[in-house]
């Protein structure tokens, strides 16, 4: 169970749980960077009404223009690794191939100027110089050190706190719009137009002067807030003013459902958000991760007293997080939508091949994770998670609001009727997938009389996938599962929102990924790639519940023996 990709050896942290890893009846798994790989590539983009993607490259071939423009180091002006970094950012990057995108982008169209502009200012993204990569003559020591896409623009290594952050920056730097410093409450861009012209220049470098010559330009603007993305928000913005125009833009970035509520109404906002929704559900459904980019001039009266009531959460003692994130909420409306980022992540390898295998030794294998309803699905299928063949039953938190009589109030007999339908299916022989929102499992895990009627239809289903679910939601199912529904159970994960689940099953395992070590930390085993499961459940499981019983086995032998010779000794 050794990983050779990232070398991870496999972490046992207990001795004692040893022989009840083959008794494992279910097993509750994250899914980015636990079935995925978490190295993510940036791949569609919806901007303006329109979606942008690889396909619209002439045969998928790389722009003239577009190799040079990235790969040129800023002093020696000669191409730099070309056989590595660069190519590999470019390729995991898809959309920057996009000529269509780039057309627009070396011809300002407004709306793709200002995708870009958020794209390279709204994060938390640092840059930082890459020693390696300087340092090493033949270029090749930084290729493949993390498999990341982390591109070395010119000497500089982007280092994110998540891998979605990063992809973003990739990108928006491969399309003409490179992040060159942010530090000291200042973002610096260096702006190319992305096209063939130029192919001559010499990049800035790292941010050594404002190189205006040919199109290539440097724009600062000074970051005055920034409210963090929590899985509460969902979402995190920033407030920035532009240092040369003077304008103050909060740019806000998040799931769909949590920026698409803070758009302002206006004429036409209607189809435009009908469009960008469509085209959401079109990037979930091919098993994309979504965001949604927003952003709004801030007036300065405004500002001020809003700065006022920052600082004060920011200084705050009791409460920070709540008092940060309310006076967040104040500022994070009224918002024009910018556009919606579609990010491609991976499955692991041989991912299905041991869902598929855990299913058939017996073991329920369930999914728990943050994203959107149709990205879970496409991924849960891909996965073999839940049958391709059979049907979806989808649990939704509008289900249990009644329409008519009630008058929109909560139907306390939904889950009891679900429950009922699905028990008399599965009699049939019907096989169906589980799908609930995090909105519904609210419900469903409020009585316990509806924590019976879930956990129900949960047995009937043939596999259960619980998406946009909060890291105490993934905890309460597996308490549910471990509590009520009688199982020994597995908590999977790999970040610190899996903490909860991974502490709250009889036996957690940490996967060693890309989301720090606190899940490895919080676990009882560690391995590097989910396929290892399938080993550490049905071999070592087995072999330890097997040892266990030639030890008792030999344990009643010899106290038989003794037994029996020490008796009668006696009384010969
Ligand atoms: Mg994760």
């Not at 994250?30 to 619209?56: H, P």
């Not at 309310?326 to 409306?333: D, F, G, L, M, P």
């Not at 041991?354 to 299913?359: C, K, N, S, W």
């Not at 519904?440 to 998406?467: K, M, N, P, W, Y």
Request: glycine share 12%.
């Amino acid at each position: 169970m050794y990983d050779p990709v990232n070398d991870v050896k496999c972490g046992v942290r207990t001795t004692a749980l040893n022989e009840e890893l083959g008794q494992v009846g279910c097993v509750l798994s994250d899914k980015t960077g636990t079935l995925t790989q978490n190295v993510m590539a940036f791949v569609k983009c919806s901007v303006g009404g329109r979606v942008y993607s690889a396909d619209d490259g002439i045969d998928g071939a790389v722009h003239p223009g577009f190799v040079d423009l990235n790969l040129r180091d800023g002093e020696s002006g000669v191409l730099l690794d070309g056989s590595s970094e660069g190519c590999a950012a470019a390729k995991t990057h898809t959309l920057a191939k996009s000529s269509a995108l780039r057309a627009a982008a070396s011809a300002r169209d407004a709306n793709v100027v200002a995708f870009l502009r958020h794209l390279a200012t709204c994060h938390t993204v640092v840059p930082a110089t890459d020693e390696a990569q300087n340092n090493s003559s033949d270029g090749e020591s930084t290729a493949a050190d993390d498999g990341s896409s982390g591109a070395v623009f010119g000497g500089l290594r982007y280092q994110a706190s998540s891998p979605d952050e990063e992809a973003l920056v990739t990108g928006a730097a491969l399309l003409g719009r490179r992040l060159l410093s942010n530090a000291a409450g200042e973002i610096t861009c260096e702006t190319h137009p992305p096209d063939g012209s130029t192919d001559h220049l010499v990049t800035g470098g790292r941010g050594n002067g404002g190189d205006e010559r040919g199109g290539v330009g440097l724009e600062r603007c000074e970051v005055l807030a920034v409210n963090e993305f929590t899985s509460a928000r969902k979402r995190m913005s920033v407030v920035v003013r532009d240092v040369h125009t003077g304008v103050c833009t909060l740019l806000l970035k998040g799931a769909d459902n949590a920026v698409l509520e803070r758009l302002a109404e206006t004429d036409g906002s209607g189809e435009e958000i009908a469009n960008v929704k469509s085209h959401l559900d079109e990037f979930a459904r091919e098993g994309l991760r979504t965001l949604v980019l927003a952003q709004r001039e801030v007036p300065k009266h405004e500002l001020s007293a809003w700065l006022e009531a920052y600082d004060e959460a920011q200084a705050a003692l009791v409460d920070r997080e709540d008092a940060l994130a309310e006076v967040a909420e104040r500022i994070e409306r009224n918002c024009v939508l910018v556009g919606a980022t579609a990010v491609e992540d991976k499955l692991q390898d041989g991912v299905p091949e041991t869902i598929e295998t855990l299913r058939r030794a017996g073991c329920l294998v369930w999914m728990l994770t943050g994203d959107k309803l149709e990205t879970a699905v496409s991924i849960a299928n891909t996965c073999r998670l839940i049958d391709a063949d059979g049907e979806l039953a989808i649990v939704q938190e509008s289900d249990f609001v009644s329409q008519g009589d009630t008058g929109g109030k909560i139907n306390p007999y939904f889950l009891r009727d679900k429950s009922r339908e699905a028990v008399e299916d599965a009699k049939r022989g019907c096989k169906f997938g589980l799908v609930i929102e995090g909105g519904a499992l609210q419900h469903a895990l409020s009585t316990d009389e509806s924590q019976a009627q879930f956990l129900a239809l949960c047995r009937a289903s043939s596999g259960v996938v619980c998406c946009r679910v909060s890291p105490i939601q993934k905890a309460r199912v597996t308490t549910l599962m471990k509590k009520r529904g009688g199982f020994v159970t597995m908590g999977v994960g790999d970040g610190a929102n899996d903490v909860g689940m991974i502490k709250a099953a009889h036996i957690g395992v940490g996967i060693s990924g890309r989301e720090g070590r606190a899940a490895v930390l919080a676990s009882d085993y560690s391995v590097g790639q989910f396929r290892f499961l399938a080993n550490l459940l049905l071999v070592h499981g087995r072999w330890s519940a097997k040892r266990n019983r030639e030890v008792v086995r030999l344990f009643l032998v010899i106290f038989g023996y003794f037994g029996y010779f020490g008796y009668f000794g006696y009384f010969w």
